[in-house]
């Protein structure tokens, strides 16, 4: 069973920072590309950043170019999301992802909320 576990998540004021982590079971982690994306209330779902396999290649939403640096450890099974310079409009879910086997497999999610 394909499993991610992300965690992270929290309240921050606005201009601070978090870091998201993923953790993933049930595939080949480092054969797969994996992405961040989030969802506000009330709004869809929003792809925040995908990285390849080996980690060379990153991109990200406008929005968050430049605040936001997605990376992984393929030894850890793990991807990151650091997120600096938070704005209140970063609150939402925040869930990483994985395309399997013709599907987008989600883990439960990780609250961020930006506040003051």
């Known amino acids: 069973e394909v499993l991610l576990v992300e965690s992270g998540g929290g309240l921050v004021q606005p201009g601070g920072s978090l870091r998201l982590s993923c953790v993933g079971s049930?595939?080949?982690?480092?054969?797969?590309?994996m992405k961040w994306a989030r969802q506000a209330p009330g709004q869809g779902l929003e792809w925040v950043s995908r990285?390849?396999?080996?980690?060379?290649?990153?991109t990200y939403l406008p929005s968050v170019n430049g605040r936001f640096t997605i990376s992984r450890d393929n030894a850890k099974n793990t991807v990151y999301l650091q997120m600096n310079s938070l704005k209140t409009e970063d609150t939402a879910v925040y869930y990483c992802?994985?395309?399997?086997?013709?599907?987008?497999?989600r883990g439960q999610g990780t609250q961020v909320t930006v506040s003051s």
């Open positions: 992802a994985v395309p399997y086997s013709g599907y987008t497999v």
């Open positions: 990285i390849s396999t080996d980690g060379t290649k990153t």
């Open positions: 049930g595939f080949q982690f480092s054969n797969y590309e």
